[in-house]
């Protein structure tokens, strides 16, 4: 199946014939389902904090996160080019006349290009667009009034102009301020400010970004991150890294045969968000949160998204150092039967960690081994949000093949929905995975974990595309906060909905949560 050339591109790609052969597996058995056992809801899985409550985790977080190093990691690598889908529909159809205005002028739903040049002034790049017009002698504002959409567009996702519609979502202008507009990738510096500084004042930021897209990223930060050092006195320390091409996964054919482009070559794709995991690992981090490039609001709605990224560090620090303790007395062997009973107790109600009910009939050694496996992990806390028709992920308790139960976030593409018992699970869920974790990635010595110990490599997502006019199949890695994290220790935490304002398409921008206040 594998020619000799054919071999010389995955050693290339970091690759090995096997792993290889493996993926193409993957293809041929598919991925089994998530098996649910229940949704993970308040007071079955789901933590909910009354204020004061939050107020002594914020207190937690604020009197010790000076003794930890801190790293804010954002996924940035996605393309917006899927943002402006309805506006590249609407320019292909729209050819100015009677009959498609009369098309526009009926559809002035949300996600309408009505709604968008109606209100294009609301935009942060309004100003940007209008000036880049006007120097071709343009008039922005009566091209719209006049219904000539095409050239404003052309301007708007093109090379021509912006070429928004090439730029990745963290390069693109969210916000308006007195000041200035403020890119996506500039807000997420603004809040690592505030939540992701050490005892030197240092704020580090990790951004996953794609090859073409890294100098610009560069030159972004660069050109900003000196404002805000001096606005909110601190510095900041900015890396980036890309997808390893070693975790990249052959395309096959819809006969599960590797794929070939028309120079014969094998046709490798990217592994998704999973690949991440790689990146992370490399990073030898201490306190990791992570958040999704797209997911931030402006200032003036920000004090509840740093409240709560306190609530959930500083809830990780406090079961990190209680986790710590309880190892190290493991380690040391001389456990007393009220000590093993109260650590049990621990692991169970705290970190949701399931106790098999032969652990009573195991001598003490071999509790003291399952408590020390089961504890000597990774942790994550993850902020859920109440579930208001958001398509993706959410909490849930999974049991898997040796019938343990555990926390996960499950995405709907790993859920069975044709089997009754399944799908009345999932309309119980109550909770959506908003990408709000922070992450305790070192052991009770401070070593970093080997993250690639912790995934399950029988998730992953399978599904179709095109290239060159061929219909092929694909493959994803296990997805970040899925399967890559499949067994860490989770903590599900309710975070309010506000904290959660993706950017979807660029209509979103207009929605009251990105706006400046009136």
């Known amino acids: ?80 080019s899927r943002m402006f889908k309805h506006l590249f529909e609407f320019s292909q159809a729209y050819d100015n ?20 040049f109606n209100n294009i002034q609301k935009f942060a790049f309004y100003t940007k667009l ?18 000539n959409f095409k050239p404003v567009l052309d301007y708007f996702i093109t090379e021509l102009g912006m070429n928004y519609a090439s730029l990745p ?24 400010a505030h939540y ?9 930021v990790h951004l996953t970004v794609s090859e073409e897209h890294q100098s610009k990223f560069e030159e972004k930060v660069d050109e900003k991150k000196m404002k805000y050092e001096e606005k909110f006195g601190i510095k900041y320390k900015v890396n980036f890294s890309q ?27 990217p592994g998704g968000h999973g690949a991440l995991i790689e990146n992370l690992n490399d990073l030898k981090g201490e306190i990791v949160f992570i958040k999704n490039i797209d997911n931030i609001v402006p200032d003036r709605l920000r004090d509840t998204t740093y409240l709560y990224k306190k609530v959930i560090g500083g809830l990780l620090l406090k079961l990190q150092n209680n986790i710590f303790t309880h190892l190290d007395l493991l380690e040391d062997g001389n456990v007393s039967s009220d000590e093993l009973k109260e650590i049990v107790d621990f692991a169970s109600t705290q970190l949701n960690i399931n106790i098999p009910n032969a652990y009573k009939g195991w001598d003490e050694m071999e509790k003291i081994d399952f408590l020390f496996n089961k504890l ?41 929905m044709s089997d009754k018992t ?38 992953g997502f399978i599904s179709e595309k095109s290239q060159g006019g061929s219909t092929l199949k694909a493959q994803e890695l296990p997805g970040l906060w899925n399967g890559a994290m499949a067994d860490w220790i989770t903590i599900f935490v309710e975070a309010p909905i506000i904290t959660f304002n993706p950017v979807k398409t660029i209509n979103d921008l207009l929605r009251q949560q990105h706006q400046p206040e009136d």
């Not at 006349?97 to 949300?110: A, C, G, N, P, R």
């Not at 028709?389 to 139960?405: A, H, I, L, R, Y």
Request: glycine content about 6%; charged content about 30%; aromatic content about 10%.
């Open 196 to 204: 992701s500084t050490d005892a030197e004042s240092t704020s580090r």
């Open 169 to 192: 979502k963290g390069l693109l202008l969210f916000h308006d301020y007195p000041d200035e507009p403020r890119t996506s990738v500039e807000e997420h510096l603004v809040e690592g």
């Open 243 to 269: 997808q390893k091409p070693s975790t990249d996964i052959i395309a096959v054919t819809l006969d599960n045969e590797p794929f070939r482009k028309d120079d014969g070559s094998l046709l490798f794709r």
């Open 130 to 147: 209008k000036d880049l017009m006007e120097k071709d002698g343009h008039d922005l504002d009566k091209m719209i009034i006049d219904m």
């Open 376 to 416: 000597n992990r990774p942790i994550r806390i993850c902020g859920m949000v109440k579930n208001e028709g958001e398509p993706g992920g959410g909490p849930f308790w999974v049991t898997n093949d040796n019938d343990e139960k555990s926390l996960q976030i499950v995405e709907s593409s790993q859920m069975n």
């Open 97 to 116: 006349s009677e009959e498609s205005k009369e098309k526009y002028l009926k559809d002035q739903s949300f996600n309408s290009a009505h709604y968008f």
């Open 1 to 80: 199946m594998l020619t000799e050339k054919d071999q010389q591109q995955i050693i290339s790609k970091g690759l090995t014939s096997e792993k290889v052969e493996e993926q193409i597996n993957n293809f041929k058995k598919g991925f089994p389902f998530i098996n649910l056992a229940d949704p993970a809801t308040p007071g079955n899985g789901l933590n909910q904090y009354n204020d004061e409550e939050v107020k002594e985790l914020v207190a937690y977080f604020d009197d010790n996160y000076k003794d930890y190093e801190i790293l804010k990691f954002v996924p940035a690598s996605g393309a917006a």
């Open 422 to 459: 399944q799908k009345d699970i999932v309309s119980k869920a109550t909770h959506f995975n908003p990408v709000d974790l922070v992450c305790g990635v070192r052991d009770f010595k401070g070593e970093n974990f080997d993250l690639a110990y912790f995934v399950d490599p029988s998730t």
